[in-house]
């Protein structure tokens, strides 16, 4: 199959920007370095849909190095780097994936990636998986199953699985305890902000930040904004959520009412018309909306294009300008997309390192798990995430205690 990349003569400062990731990504190198003599995936066809920038080429080479036939195509049009995916080609990866694609090319990429008869496959955000059952059917008898990276992606696993039509395994990687804790809170935390302040230059002290959504990565936005000396509000349909919000030092309000006071608002809850028409008609001037969450359907683009009086600009890169009839400005960050990738370079590389480790062990799980899973939706084993944080503290120079015999015992009595 022959890639289709923007330009290969890229490949070597995108191959500069994997081999910075890999000095910092002990568990994929341990990984690679116990499996690739052992090309623990020979002979299989891989797919690999993930926002591609240097981390996640890692992921694919570490893959491909352990003898996986590994197809790469993004996930996002804005997160794809093409000097990473000019760096992927060079290696012997094939890549479908252009930086700022088409709706259309988009979905082209998916199809040619899919050509490849994929056994395994590593989705982010779900769309692999809904072609698959929508358009190329043909493909699930072929397939030992695949994982999912993303919140968003499982909400729409869990809805499949729900209806019974969920056609093959797929493992919520996402909802393994390591990665829920570390990639979701302190992954999405950083990145999300790095991406906002590298884009507007603003200072996010002294300012009202509002946060939508108070799952584990609004935790981490939430936790991050205070500490940057923001004041916080969070918005919130789950009253389990709201009052731990509260609890945790935040202010809880409903939209319309945290849509008054609001600078920055960032959207972090996997729905969609979080922000819409009745919130933009009461904002002040100059607010910076972005969204954290998988899909460009959280902040309402439709309601502010109908708003806006004028065309809308770019007044600096990665902000486009809406401009009210009373002469308010709204900021919308990377297009409404996920800011932290859109506007950034994603989550932290030491973060991404455990994320990846398990998209590596869920590979290997569906594997060594060929013909014994039934369709549906899985979790990693514990074990798997146990093997994951201790490699990991043994990589940072930690370590911890162990239970004695007798302390065991004590814990296990009836």
């Keep these: 199959m022959e890639s289709m990349i923007k330009d290969k003569n890229l490949a070597g ?12 990504m002990p568990l994929l190198n341990y990984l690679n370095a116990k499996y690739a003599a052992k090309k623990i995936f020979k002979g299989i066809n891989m797919v690999v849909t993930i926002h591609l920038e240097a981390k996640t080429a890692y992921l ?33 990866i094939t890549v479908f994936a252009t930086h700022a694609c088409t709706a259309r090319e988009y979905d082209l990429y998916l199809d040619k990636a899919l050509d490849s008869k994929p056994a395994l496959i590593v989705d982010d955000g779900g769309d692999l998986v809904h072609k698959l059952h929508a358009t190329r059917r043909d493909l699930i008898p072929g397939l030992l199953g695949g994982s999912e990276e993303t919140t968003t992606g499982v909400h729409r696993l869990k809805a499949l699985a729900a209806s019974g039509k969920l056609a093959f395994p797929m493992i919520a990687v996402n909802d393994s305890y390591c990665k829920y804790l570390f990639d979701n809170r302190y992954g999405t935390g950083q990145s ?57 030092g935040f202010r809880c309000l409903p939209m319309q009412e945290a849509a008054k006071v609001g600078d920055f608002f960032v959207t972090v809850t996997g729905c969609k018309d979080v922000i819409r028409k009745e919130h933009f008609q ?39 300008t809406y401009t009210m009839q009373d002469g308010r400005h709204l900021n919308l960050l990377g297009e409404g997309r996920l800011v932290n990738l859109a506007c950034g370079d994603g989550h932290a590389v030491e973060i991404m390192d455990l994320s990846f480790a398990m998209q590596f062990l869920a590979m290997r799980y569906l594997l060594e798990n060929k013909g014994k899973l039934a369709k549906g939706l899985y979790v990693l084993p514990h074990e798997l995430d146990t093997e994951v944080a201790t490699l990991k503290l043994q990589a940072m120079g930690y370590a911890i205690d162990t239970l004695s015999p007798e302390q065991q015992a004590y814990l296990h009595q009836a």
């Design 13 to 24: 400062a995108g191959q500069q920007k994997i081999t910075w990731a890999k000095a910092h």
């Design 282 to 320: 009461v904002m002040k001037d100059g607010v910076v909306l972005a969204n954290a969450g998988h899909f460009d359907v959280e902040v309402n683009k439709p309601d502010l294009e109908a708003l806006s009086v004028e065309k809308p600009y770019e007044v600096r890169k990665n902000i486009t």
């Design 60 to 92: 694919a080479q570490t893959l491909h190095n352990c003898g996986a036939n590994v197809v790469v195509t993004g996930s996002n049009p804005l997160s794809t780097q093409d000097d990473v995916a000019a760096a992927l080609v060079a290696s012997g």
């Design 192 to 248: 999300a902000w790095d991406g906002i302040m590298r884009t507007t230059n603003l200072s996010v002290a002294g300012k009202t930040v509002v946060v939508a959504g108070y799952g584990w990565c609004g935790k981490g936005v939430a936790m991050r904004a205070k500490g940057l000396g923001a004041n916080v509000i969070v918005t919130e349909v789950d009253p389990v959520k709201g009052i731990e919000a509260v609890f945790d």
